[in-house]
């Protein structure tokens, strides 16, 4: 009788456990999230090329994992190897998990794209920056998916074509870009797996090509995930690994702002008003310092946006009263390019204000998110806590705002 042959996720147990590690601590060393590596060991995710690395390094495997993974991938029919003469990069395609599987993966069949360059590297860059804005003016809903097709066509361009090592770096960050720009999109429409998947695929190519910024990115929204998903002590260890590498790629940047953010909302979650208000004055003072824009996907970083930042971070605490003029000041300085973040802040002025007993204001702001989610705003985070404002209302149904705003949520089919 013929032995099975150990798959990927067994012989990754098999050597972090020689090692000595928990899970948690390969976790913490490769940047990868624990729930992730603990279903790619019971062979439950396919393992990507990116996390493969991550992980061959962090147990200082000298590529054993990285050729394993490869051999698995080649075994179920998810990619080929091919090797040139010529000094090249070429990388195995993964599947961006879950997001492809449902747009159709790549398989053997996939012909040669022949001599990559920059302005293949452009193409993506310009893609990712104009669904960014989308985002931005509209939310994540039926935008994810678009996104992720720009990340297949970096996966598909980086296993089968052929380019110098300068251009298989750029082209590995624009790949890590799409990455995380579909993972955000697909975090603001429910898709939580999704859009872990897609961070740490964005964290394993960062890596891969030495991008700090990319890798800044990628656990900044990973905190904020934890944060959203009530795991407060996950968030801040992924903040302050984001601060480290962020204070030594460009302290002075918007970049370094982020990771205090997080920081904030993460302690405020666990209850701890003074870390949180620490880290929130922190942040304001650097941004005071920015000297420049920095990293695009940091365009959202500004004045506005840390006062509704620092009011949710009330409302969190139970400080309503603080919170109220915070997000008022919020809402009239985000325009139409952040049209979503607008009609966020306002749902949650009408939470803050229905707390302190102003329930005709309360409509009345969340009458105003209904006017913005009327102009295409199509974001699960944001119909999620205007729900929860239409059951606050419900109390309050004889009431003229609050019965105007609940008929109009009811015929918008926000529910």
Known sequence: MAMREETFGASLRRMREAHGWSLRQLSDESHIDKGHLSRIERDQRPVSEGIANAVDAALQADGVLIALAQLQRVRDGRAAVTSDPMRRRTVVAAPLVAAVASLGGLGDETPPVGRIGTGEVGHMERAVTRLRALGH??????????????????????GHGTFPSVVGDQLLAATGRAQMCAGWLAFDSGRQDIARSCYNEALALARQASNPGIEVHALVNLAFQSSFLDMPRQAMRYADAAERIAHGYDAKGRIAVVPLIRQATAHAIAGDGPESAKAAA???????????????????????????????????????????????????????????????????????????G????????????????????????????????????????????????????VASGSR
């Open 358 to 409: 102003d329930v005709e204001g309360a409509a009345l702001a969340a009458d105003e998110a209904l006017d913005d989610l009327g102009g295409e705003v199509a974001s699960w985070v944001v119909n999620t806590e205007l729900q929860d404002v239409a059951q606050r209302f419900a109390q309050h149904s004889r009431s003229n705002g609050p019965e105007r705003f609940l008929s109009r949520f």
């Open 137 to 158: 003016q509209h939310g994540g809903e039926s935008l994810w998916q678009a996104a992720a097709e720009v990340a297949r066509e970096g996966y598909r361009l980086l």
């Open 282 to 356: 922190k942040a304001r003072r650097r941004l005071d310092q920015a000297h420049s824009e920095g990293d695009d996907w940091c365009a959202f970083v500004s004045h506005a946006e840390l006062d509704g930042i620092d009011a949710t971070i009330a409302m969190l605490l139970g400080a309503h009263r603080r919170a109220e003029p915070l997000l008022e000041r919020a809402v009239d300085a985000h325009g139409i390019g952040f049209a979503r973040n607008r009609a966020l802040y306002r749902v949650r002025l009408a939470r803050t204000r229905a707390e302190l």
